[in-house]
T-cell receptor, first 113, second 112 residues
Framework: EAGVVQSPRYKIIEKKQPVAFWCNPI?????LYWYRQNLGQGPELLIR????????DSQLPKDRFSAERLKGVDSTLKIQPAELGDSAVYLC???????????FGPGTRLTVL | QQPVQSPQAVILREGEDAVINCSSS?????VHWYRQKHGEAPVFLMI?????EQKGHDKISASFNEKKQQSSLYLTASQLSYSGTYFC?????????????FGQGTTLQVKP
């Protein structure tokens, strides 16, 4: 069974530029999460989807961050414009029905110059 | 609200044991343990639900003390492959909201 797929794995941009990350969860997993992990810290939840509905986006900085999961499968997280403080690893995770276990993708390492 | 992990870092020799603790100031519904190697995704180890249960597989086990609002991860006869950063993630409240709050991590280094 394929795991959570994320792309790109690395991204370097200049501040004020836009950037987008893509996630394909494990097949059949209806719940999808986006986390941000700063260096030396644990992951912090940005947004959680149940199918195509964002059920918890309370920690998503909505002035510059947006996310979508149009068909309840793949998801895209966007930052526009990026700031220096956005440099971090952006992790996607998913879990299926009737299970609490979240499976993480390899992440996208973003560097904002 | 973030759980507190201790110690922050541990250095072991192969074959030695280690304990990593995770404490919360809020009532816990469940505790999730993950291991992350540098540049890789966090890998799920186990979940413990309230009720004071203990779980384990191979030489890694964990306990959950609901009353003390803490969990401990036990690594026995450590192997080189155990090296990495261990995170506990806590879920609060009376039901599973799916919202994991992670601790700051404990870095474990196993030397030959």
């Amino acid at each position: 069974e394929a795991g959570v797929v994320q792309s790109p794995r690395y991204k370097i941009i200049e501040k004020k530029q836009p950037v987008a990350f893509w996630c394909n969860p494990i097949s059949g997993h209806n719940t999808l999460y986006w986390y941000r992990q700063n260096l030396g810290q644990g992951p912090e939840l940005l947004i959680r989807y149940e199918n195509e509905e964002a059920v918890d986006d309370s920690q998503l900085p909505k002035d510059r961050f947006s996310a979508e999961r149009l068909k309840g499968v793949d998801s895209t997280l966007k930052i526009q414009p990026a700031e220096l403080g956005d440099s971090a690893v952006y992790l996607c995770a998913s879990n299926g029905r009737n299970t609490d276990t979240q499976y993480f993708g390899p992440g996208t390492r973003l560097t904002v110059l | 609200q973030q759980p507190v992990q201790s110690p922050q870092a541990v250095i072991l020799r192969e074959g030695e044991d280690a304990v990593i603790n995770c404490s919360s100031s809020k009532a816990l519904y469940s505790v999730h343990w993950y291991r992350q190697k540098h540049g890789e995704a966090p890998v799920f180890l186990m979940i413990l639900l309230k009720g004071g249960e203990q779980k384990g597989h191979d030489k890694i086990s964990a306990s959950f003390n609901e009353k003390k609002q803490q969990s401990s991860l036990y690594l026995t006869a450590s192997q080189l492959s155990y090296s990495g950063t261990y995170f506990c993630g806590t879920v609060h409240g009376s039901g599973n909201t799916g919202k994991l709050i992670f601790g700051q991590g404990t870095t474990l280094q196993v030397k030959p």
